[in-house]
Structures are given as structure tokens and as C-alpha cells.
């Protein structure tokens, strides 16, 4: 395929925004976007991209389509549609994350239409993805990996090929299944520390220089849990959850047991009943600090600008 050819883009949220834009301002064809924010599209379209009006419009198009939607269902939705317009599109890359029988069911869906399937989930931050430094796993056929390679350069600086269409996934919920419960620890630590009498800056700083470091402590401990930084519209506690279900889902369908991905999750559960429900995830340090997850108590509600006058 010819590295001129159109790429279309489905899905500009947090990570796809970014994305996209990477995409139209390396490209040497053409990119063709897809969003239902007014907002987002205006975003991609200073970048270079050209929007279209639909999914089928898309797909009517571009050889090979990007998606970086919510979860599963929406993968399903949209790739059904895609597959049913008919259009110039041969290959589907999924960016999102997904349940690993999803990834396998959506390919042989999209077999019989002529159209290649692989899933390709994205990790690192929302600042890597503006950066188009993201980690990228990928699960594809050898030649859809050789094809989609130099794309996939535009927004990533390491790119893995796990094997067939499946093994991004994988490897993706063992990724976030670990820093999840990486950032848990973590919380209980730093706090455990404080308590007694080491300053959490510092705690941090010596820890990162020792075999405890990790990503988790230079980005989610410096850049959030020190500063106690926990904006809404991140990756919430919910989508933590929504990861975590595909952990177990996929442990289910192979007899393992997971207690200690169990004991991470039941945190991100009570935060959902917190005021902690929709901030960003590194925020359970707070559940750590109130007890919350010694009493089985949650916080009382946020306060609204109002109130808090």
C-alpha cells in the first residue's frame, strides 16, 4: 500500500484528539476524521485533518480506519457500520481497549467483507499521545503488522507485535491491570510514609532513585498524587473499572485467579462512591488518607461552588 493513501479516524476524545492530529500533521495523504463534538473536530481540522459527516462517509474513502472509541460495544457498533457501507476501506485498526474475545469476534465479523482487522491499543498519557509518544501492542497478521507499521510511527515511539489479533489486547489489561494496582500501592505507602515522618517529595525522590521505581511513581506519584492533582474528564476510577472487567473476563474464560488484582479493584470501586467518582484514578490516595478503605466508608459528596462559599 502506498503510504500516500487516505486514513480516516474515528473517535477524537482525550487520546483520539491527539492522535488524529498527529496523524494529519505527518501523513503525506490525506486524513479523513469522524466525531460527534463540534469542539473536537474543529481541533483536527487546524491540524490538517478534512471531516466527514458520517461513518459511512468515512469508510466510503479511506483504505484503512483508525478507532479510538470508549470500549467494546462502541468497537462493535461502528465497525459493523463500517463493514456495511461498502466502501474503499480494506483494513481496520483498533487503538481502543477492548475485551480480548471482542478483538477476536470483531475480525471474523469484518472477514467476510474483505476488510483486515487489528487491534492495537494505546498506553502512556494524554501528554504522550499529544507528544505522539505513546506505546502501542499490537495484534495482527505479519502483513497487516508490515502495513500498519509506519502509521502507527506517527503517534508512538515504541511499538510491540504481540502475535495474532487478540495479543494487543492482552498485553495492553496486563499493562493497565499493573498500574492500577501499582498505584494503589503506591498510595498506601506514600501515606504510610507521611505518617511516619517522611515528607512524600522526599519519599518519592528516594524511592525513584531505588528498585522500587517505576512509571507509576514518576508520573502518577509526581505529577498528581504528590500535588494532590485529580481534574474530572481524565481517566476516572469508572474507566479504571471498565479495564479491570476485561482483566477478569478474560481470567475467567482461562481459570485464573487474580486475589491481588481483586484487592486493587475493590479500591476503584469505592472511590465511584466518593467524590472521587469521575476525577482521575490517582486519586484513591485520598481513600488511603480518610480510612475510607479500612471502615468501608465513603466521603461525603464534593461540595459545589455554592456550597463551599
Do not use: W
Not at 489489561?173 to 506514600?190: G, I, K, Q, R
Not at 479491570?244 to 475493590?266: K, N
Amino acid at each position: 500500500m502506498s503510504n500516500t493513501n487516505t486514513i480516516g479516524f474515528i473517535g477524537l476524545g482525550v487520546m483520539g484528539g491527539p492522535m488524529c492530529r498527529n496523524m494529519a500533521r505527518k501523513h503525506p495523504g490525506r486524513v479523513l476524521a469522524f466525531d460527534l463534538s463540534e469542539d473536537a473536530l474543529r481541533a483536527v481540522e487546524e491540524a490538517g485533518a478534512t471531516r466527514v459527516p458520517s461513518v459511512e462517509a468515512l469508510a466510503a474513502e479511506a483504505e484503512v480506519i483508525f478507532l479510538s472509541l470508549p470500549g467494546g460495544p462502541q468497537v462493535e457498533k461502528v465497525s459493523a457500520a463500517i463493514a456495511a457501507a461498502g466502501g474503499r476501506c480494506d483494513l481496520v485498526v483498533d487503538l481502543s481497549t477492548t475485551p480480548v474475545a471482542t478483538a477476536r469476534s470483531v475480525a471474523a465479523d469484518l472477514a467476510p467483507n474483505g476488510i483486515g482487522f487489528a487491534d492495537a491499543p494505546v498506553a502512556r498519557t494524554r501528554e504522550a499521545a499529544q507528544k505522539g509518544a505513546l506505546a502501542i501492542m499490537v495484534g495482527a497478521p505479519d502483513a497487516v503488522f508490515a502495513r500498519i507499521g509506519p502509521m502507527l510511527d506517527y503517534i508512538a515511539t515504541d511499538v510491540t507485535h504481540g502475535g495474532d489479533v487478540g495479543a494487543g489486547q492482552v498485553l495492553k489489561l496486563v499493562n493497565n491491570m499493573l498500574v492500577f494496582a501499582n498505584t494503589v500501592a503506591l498510595a498506601e505507602m506514600m501515606v504510610l510514609g507521611e505518617k511516619a515522618g517522611v515528607a512524600p517529595e522526599v519519599l518519592l525522590e528516594a524511592v525513584s532513585k531505588g528498585s522500587g521505581d517505576s512509571f507509576v511513581l514518576r508520573n502518577h506519584g509526581m505529577k498528581a498524587m504528590l500535588p494532590r492533582v485529580f481534574p474530572d474528564k481524565a481517566f476516572s476510577p469508572e474507566y479504571v473499572l471498565k479495564d479491570i472487567s476485561y482483566v477478569f473476563e478474560l481470567a475467567g474464560d482461562l481459570g485464573v485467579a487474580l486475589p491481588a488484582a481483586g484487592t486493587a479493584r475493590s479500591y476503584y470501586e469505592t472511590a465511584t462512591g466518593t467524590d472521587l467518582s469521575g476525577r482521575y484514578f490517582p486519586g484513591v490516595i485520598e481513600l488511603v488518607e480518610r480510612g475510607d478503605m479500612a471502615t468501608g466508608e465513603g466521603a461525603a459528596p464534593r461540595k459545589t461552588a455554592g456550597e463551599a462559599a
